[in-house]
């Protein structure tokens, strides 16, 4: 943890900070007891609440409600990716008439709300006769959106590594595409594969958009369920921690996957360590991305 | 064209309500923010526990998963009564003060140790050190991705569309009713991010430019 600020402790300091500890247990200890103090004074995990756990058609459409999730999710990255490599070279060709168009359309997609892209491909074009289903429209959305995030990300990890890989690549006699796809795409993919992952956290968590436009998707039965009041008495309180601990399981065990990404890299003599302050803003800015 | 200007006093009410939006959970996430990060970068270990668990979270949580759970679940607690607005407050702003909280916590990591040291060294009382030596090495690292998740943020805020709350996401509907065309109302709406967003971009990469070099 960070040191920068605070000394080792002294021993009146270490008495001070465990006052201070202990105060902080008994606030969080408060907080924690007056939300359950909540739920069973309004009676959120009364056995009739409880009880969609034990159907088996309710458990059966949790399970397709995460497929559809994932399949969002999966369809979404394998497209964002492809979008993210072929703008990313686009705005690093050589042409300024393919720099230029891609870097336009690069900026505006990223500031674009997906919220917006989504309504436009599944309420907008309608209007002109093309009919999209909610699947098709999410996907699209993620793709735009997260690819043009992607195609900045792999472009920055190109753009830092040294410049002598690649005037050695030139040296050699490769060409552009040589060059590109020999010595500096595999590198800067490795040193940037925990920030690509992260990015694809954030686009797991932008599914859940899907519920704006009634894509059927893990929220979305989530609402459905939660809403149930006469068979099990709105159990909106038990659905949603259910819900949130399938996201948050699924996102913990993507970023699990980056950091393990990581660590490996930091031990691989073969990759290259970018700059570390470059590579952190990139990181912030693509956590800050999500939505 | 004339989807925009037969409904300029729509286009221009509804993004004054996102910039509102916008700016009511931008002052209530920094300051959470700030607040978490203190926890964070605290000396004693269950108060960073506390920060961490919050962040971990909040993060992994879609956003849309807050708004329905203040909207619909948190009704249900009867604790105390909130309207869709304040609940879309409340919902954007923890959400988003857990990216401001890393954001400013990475800020203060990236000053090395040394600065620390050689200001207790030499005397420095605790305020001094951080308001003198720690805090404006920070900034600079603080403000570009502070930039971008307040960019975030704006763009976050069309997510209340789905929950009865009047942005610039809720065009749709009111063009729909009046049976406009859709399609090129929510254009002009993505025009209508582009031009908010493009220079808070802007300034960001001049910060990050201009800040990169100083160090």
Redesign the interface.
């Known amino acids: ?7 080792i ?1 002294g021993p009146k ?1 270490r008495v001070r ?1 465990r006052i ?2 202990v105060v ?2 008994a606030a ?1 200890v408060a907080a924690v007891a007056y ?1 359950a103090m ?2 069973i ?2 009676d ?1 995990f009364s056995s009739r609440r409880l009880d969609w756990i034990n159907y088996k058609q309710i458990q059966l459409s949790l399970l397709e409600a995460i497929g559809n999730t994932l399949t969002a999710f999966a369809a979404g990255a394998v497209l964002a990716l492809l979008f993210g490599a072929i703008f990313a070279a686009a705005r690093l060709s050589d042409h300024a008439w393919v720099r230029g168009p891609a870097a336009v359309i690069v ?2 997609f ?8 989504m ?2 491909f599944y ?3 309608p ?2 006769g093309v009919k999209l289903s909610a699947f098709t429209a999410v996907v699209i959305s993620l793709m735009l959106y997260n690819g043009s995030v992607l195609a900045e990300i792999f472009r920055a990890g190109i753009n830092s590594l040294p410049k002598g890989q690649s005037e050695a690549a030139y040296a050699l006699g490769m060409r552009k595409t040589q060059v590109m796809t020999f010595v500096l795409l595999p590198q800067a993919l490795r040193a940037m594969m925990p920030t690509i992952i992260s990015q694809l ?1 954030v686009l797991l ?5 899907g ?2 436009i009634t894509f059927e998707e893990l ?1 979305r039965w ?2 459905r369920i ?2 149930d009041a006469p068979n099990f008495g ?1 159990p ?2 038990s659905v ?1 921690i259910v ?2 601990l399938i ?2 399981g699924l ?2 065990l993507l ?1 699990w996957f980056a950091n393990y990404l990581e660590k490996r890299n930091r031990r691989n003599k073969k990759v290259i360590h970018l700059d570390d ?2 590579a ?2 990139q990181v ?2 693509s ?5 | 064209m004339s989807v925009l200007t037969n409904n300029l006093d729509l286009f221009l009410s509804t993004f004054g309500q996102t910039l509102q939006l916008f700016a009511i959970s931008a002052v209530l996430s920094l300051v959470l923010g700030t607040l978490l990060a203190a926890l964070r970068v605290s000396p004693v270990p269950v108060f960073r526990g506390i920060g961490a668990t919050y962040v971990t979270v909040l993060r992994n949580t879609p956003l849309t998963l807050v708004f329905v759970f203040f909207v619909f679940a948190y009704p249900l607690l009867e604790i105390v009564k909130i309207d869709a607005y304040t609940a879309a407050v409340v919902s954007l702003s923890l959400y988003t003060a857990a990216f401001v909280c890393e954001v400013v916590r990475s800020g203060i990591n990236t000053v090395p140790v040394g600065q620390a040291e050689a200001s207790r060294a030499l005397g420095l009382t605790f305020t001094q050190m951080l308001g003198n030596v720690v805090l404006p090495q920070a900034l600079r690292s603080v403000v570009p991705p502070m930039t971008s998740t307040m960019i975030a943020l704006l763009k976050n805020t069309t997510v209340a569309s789905g929950f009865a709350v009047v942005q610039a996401g809720s065009i749709r509907d009111s063009l729909s009713e009046q049976g406009e065309n859709v399609l090129l109302g929510l254009l002009w709406v993505a025009v209508g991010f582009v031009i908010l967003v493009m220079p808070l971009t802007y300034v960001q990469q001049v910060f990050e430019k201009r800040w990169s070099v100083a160090r």
């Open positions: 943890m960070s040191m920068v600020l605070f000394d402790p300091a900070h201070m500890a902080g247990i969080a939300v909540r739920f004074a309004t959120q900026e505006i990223r500031a674009i709300p997906l919220v917006i892209m309504f436009f309420y907008g074009l209007v002109a956290v968590k932008d599914t859940a958009l519920f704006l929220l989530g609402t939660g809403n709105r909106m309180i949603m819900v949130a996201y948050i996102c913990l970023s302050r470059a952190q803003v912030a800015e956590a800050a991305a999500s939505a």
